[in-house]
């Protein structure tokens, strides 16, 4: 494919994406039909589309409109590359831009320049304060590629030697003393040796962060309450010998949680929703809430234009659902961890406080990580249940 082709197949996917279907929907689905496309055209095509879904509302503006087109437009003109050269109508490319095209689009201004959605500024300036700009800048771009040195079977050193020998370099980074930043070649990693022998696992930093803020020394028996795909239960396996159990309300999303697990050398035992009783007590349950995701706009962006008023409501009743349902399995004395990729506070020390009212409980260590600490934006509360 040309470049322009990649470009009119972008348009073609923003559309459909504008219209409610889902971004990876659109992808896998054209993916599938394109036979003509390589691996290369393929991640380009990808490319565009997250990079207008991360940047969707300054394409508009810059663009002149709310098409797939314009936000195409728009984020060449942003990047200061003139249309005209892509935009001719050869090589399968987009059709040539008409006078109105050329005449409209203006530079963005106020929350349109930084991609915010404009219901959500007042909340997320409230959360942020001073750095509100800062990281709703930061969240135009992509993310970083980071891996976890699996301390199971190495230290960072030798993980990082055994990728650097297939050709993947890798910078240690300060958010925590296993995460790795990938610097060249991270589309190589889970293809690579190093990867199939468990020595690392893809995984943000700053959600390594919150698993090395929780206290496991001492800790028998730990809940991991919504387990998901098991990014942090098998964190936490590889720095503790304590006996992990694995829960989430969708089963399914543990499904491969045992092929991970056995490919990092750590045990967890899944446990099927509704299974467990009032007898199931935990020493540490952690509770990896549902949220809006918001810390993680530059990896998932299209959450950042599904969010509705509405939707984060019934979010945060689910947070409140979510912590008084694992309430029931911590030990008297035991703690509870609630984590987020949630920048709000009405998803972080809202809940907190909302929880804890009226309860006997004792907030013991506090986390707060923007995308300005180099990995998503996160929020961990570790609360402590007295007798
Ligand atoms: C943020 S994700 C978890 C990510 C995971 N901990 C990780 O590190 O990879 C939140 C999970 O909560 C689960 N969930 C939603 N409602 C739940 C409930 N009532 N009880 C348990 N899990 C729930 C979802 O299915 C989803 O997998």
């Known amino acids: 494919m040309t470049p322009a082709a990649r470009i009119e197949t972008a348009i073609v996917c923003l559309d459909r994406i504008a219209a409610g279907e889902p971004a990876e929907k659109v992808l896998t689905g054209w993916a599938r039909t394109a036979r003509h496309a390589g691996s290369k055209d393929r991640a380009a095509v990808r490319d565009h589309v997250f990079d207008a879904l991360r940047r969707w509302w300054s394409s508009a503006v810059w663009g ?3 098409t797939g087109r314009a936000r195409m437009i728009g984020l060449l003109r942003a990047e200061g590359i003139d249309p005209t050269t892509l935009f001719t109508g050869a090589g399968y490319g987009p059709d040539p831009l008409t006078e109105t095209e050329r005449a409209s689009g203006t530079a963005p201004e106020g929350v349109d320049a930084l991609d915010c959605p404009a219901w ?20 135009q771009s992509r993310a970083p590629v980071f891996l976890r040195a699996n301390l199971v079977k190495g230290d960072r050193d030798s993980a990082r030697s055994a990728l650097l020998a297939e050709g993947i370099e890798t910078l240690p980074h300060p958010l925590s003393p296993t995460a790795l930043e990938v610097t060249t070649n991270p589309r190589r990693v889970q293809g690579s040796r190093a990867w199939a022998d468990g020595l690392v696992e893809l995984q943000d930093a700053a959600s390594q962060a919150i698993v090395d803020l929780l206290p496991l020394d001492g800790t028998r028996r730990i809940l991991d309450y919504c387990a998901g795909g098991g990014g942090k239960a098998l964190a ?15 089963a399914a999303r543990m499904r491969d949680l ?23 007590l935990y020493d540490l349950v952690l509770v990896d809430a549902p949220c809006s995701g918001s810390g993680a706009w530059r990896r998932s962006p299209e959450g950042k234009i599904r969010l509705t008023p509405q939707a984060l409501d019934r979010l945060t009743a689910l947070q409140d659902r979510v912590l008084c349902e694992a309430v029931r399995h911590v030990r008297p004395g035991g703690l509870l961890a609630y984590a ?3 920048l709000l506070d009405v998803e972080n020390r809202a809940r907190v406080d909302h929880f804890s009212a009226g309860r006997a409980t004792e907030v013991v260590a506090e986390r707060h990580l923007t995308p300005m600490d180099g990995g998503d934006g996160f929020y961990c509360a570790l609360l402590r249940f007295n007798p």
């Open 64 to 66: 002149g409109d709310q």
């Open 236 to 250: 936490m396996a590889a720095r503790t010998a304590a006996t992990i159990h694995a829960h989430d309300a969708d």
């Open 120 to 139: 959500l500024a007042p909340q997320l300036r409230a959360s942020l304060d001073q750095d509100f700009d800062p990281v709703m800048t930061a969240l």
């Open 258 to 280: 045992p092929v991970r697990a056995e490919r990092a050398g750590v045990q967890i035992r899944t446990v099927a929703p509704g299974t467990l009783s009032d007898e199931d």
């Open 340 to 342: 987020t990729c949630s």
